[in-house]
Nanobody
């Protein structure tokens, strides 16, 4: 299984970025897909998650600015980030609960850097 994250970059405060996370590798099913982030010196924190039915959950710090979505046919999750702030600067990781052979396990992708300058 591979989770390929992309879309990070550097923007000024108030700007937008869209992250993508594509899963591949003999996948039978995916339950939750999530985005986490980790800033230097801080623990990894949940940013947003989405179930396979489309129910979403957000960290309070990003509510109203970030939107998580997914395309089940493409095995891909997205994170639309608007009105970015310097405190959003972090490495963003995607995670998914994936079924290979009748067992669901959590998998992680490599991080993608998001840098927001003031």
């Amino acid at each position: 299984v591979q989770l390929q994250a992309s879309g990070g970059g550097s923007v000024q405060a108030g700007g937008s970025l869209r992250l993508s996370c594509r899963a591949s590798g003999g996948i039978a099913g995916i339950k939750d897909m999530s985005w986490y982030r980790q800033a230097p010196g801080n623990p990894r924190e949940l940013v947003a998650s989405i179930t396979n039915g489309g129910s979403t959950n957000y960290a309070d710090s990003v509510k109203g600015r970030f939107t998580i979505s997914r395309d089940n046919a493409k095995l891909t999750a997205y994170l639309q980030m608007n009105d970015l702030k310097p405190e959003d600067t972090a490495v963003y990781y995607c995670s998914a609960n994936i079924c290979l052979h009748f067992v669901y396990e959590d998998y992680w992708g490599h991080g993608t850097q998001v840098t927001v300058s003031s």
